[in-house]
């Protein structure tokens, strides 16, 4: 199935924020729109529902700018659904406000919002890490184990920015550098997005992909599938089928994904539909199982510690 991407009036030419020239005041919600990415426009249902989310990050990134240090606030007058990606947005801002001041705006976001929100600030700290290109760590946060999901983050916006020839770039760089395969399953969950979570898309991309890069790429899809949603329960089960050997990696995801929902305190019915077709339980059991796996490891700062908490997850999801 053909997809284009980059700007639609520009093929191959991205928008992305300008680097160097201190934080962007307003990100337009225009940057969400599926044709002017380049993304897949033929699926409305989840286009729609894919670009709400799109815009509740840029939403989020522009409450903070406006309404910092004090953001909670504002990104609950949201949707409860929304609030997860606009927090993410945020993140953003404050992981490009710590790049540009050195400071510890992260740090604050996360006293303010990482009780609920601690996946989502991670990730989207690592937007900012996309965005001016400088080597991570950039005085982020503390955090032992999750910090590594500013990887995730990094990956998710160089493709969601940079479209499909980014995604090529990335699987075909990653090899099995941890680094790079963290920052590839980022690129995965952006896939589900550039696909509008057509599973025959997204088998056929993944499948273009070196071998190296297709576990680390359905882990991302999976996440996505369960935090982002948009695609009814005989997709999922169309889904599942495609990920073959790699269902473990998928179902990982999916736990990953879900225990954000759970972590939260909002926890959306596509959630549970994706718990529910892709790896036969619920979100809350879900995200015991990533809680059980990760009990030894919370302290540990080196980056096999993350990788080690995806494989027990994959290992237990699949045995589950």
């Known amino acids: 199935m053909s997809t284009q991407h980059g700007s639609a009036d520009r093929p191959g030419v991205v928008d992305a924020p300008s680097r160097g020239r201190g934080l962007a005041p307003r990100l337009p919600l225009g940057m969400a729109d599926f044709g002017r990415r380049g993304f897949r426009v033929d699926r409305p249902g989840p286009r729609e529902r894919l670009e709400r989310h799109a815009r509740s990050f840029l939403t989020?990134?522009?409450?903070?700018?406006?309404?910092?240090?004090?953001?909670?606030?504002?990104?609950?007058?949201l949707p409860a659904e929304e609030r997860g990606f606009a927090h993410e947005g945020a993140a953003m801002w404050a992981g490009q406000r710590d790049v540009f001041t050195r400071g510890r705006s992260v740090a604050a976001l996360l006293a303010e919002s990482g009780a609920d929100y601690p996946h989502l600030i991670h990730v989207g700290a690592g937007w900012a890490l996309a965005v001016s290109r400088l080597p991570f760590p950039v005085r982020m946060t503390d955090t032992p184990l999750l910090r590594w999901l500013a990887y995730d983050g990094a990956g998710f916006a160089e493709v969601f920015f940079g479209g499909r020839r980014a995604l090529r770039r990335r699987a075909e760089r990653a090899g099995t550098d941890p680094v790079r395969q963290i920052r590839l399953a980022g690129s995965g969950r952006a896939l589900w997005f550039m696909t509008a979570g057509d599973p025959d898309d997204l088998?056929?991309?993944?499948?273009?992909?070196?071998?190296?890069?297709?576990?680390?790429?359905?882990?991302?899809?999976?996440?996505?599938?369960?935090?982002?949603?948009?695609?009814?329960a005989a997709e999922l089960d169309t889904l599942r089928e495609h990920a073959g050997g790699h269902l473990g990696h998928l179902r990982q995801g999916v736990v990953f994904g879900a225990t954000a929902r759970v972590?939260?305190?909002?926890?959306?019915?596509?959630?549970?539909?994706a718990c529910e077709r892709l790896v036969g339980t619920t979100p809350a059991e879900a995200s015991t199982w990533a809680d059980r796996t990760a009990e030894d490891l919370g302290e540990r700062t080196d980056i096999s510690a993350y990788l080690d908490w995806r494989e027990r997850t994959r290992v237990l999801s699949t045995q589950a």
Not at 60 to 75: C, I, K, S, T
């Open 60 to 77: 989020g990134y522009n409450l903070a700018a406006a309404h910092w240090p004090r953001v909670r606030d504002a990104v609950d007058t």
């Open 203 to 232: 088998r056929e991309v993944i499948a273009e992909a070196p071998a190296t890069a297709r576990a680390a790429l359905w882990s991302g899809v999976g996440l996505a599938s369960a935090y982002a949603g948009g695609v009814p």
């Open 263 to 273: 972590r939260s305190g909002i926890v959306p019915t596509h959630t549970a539909l």
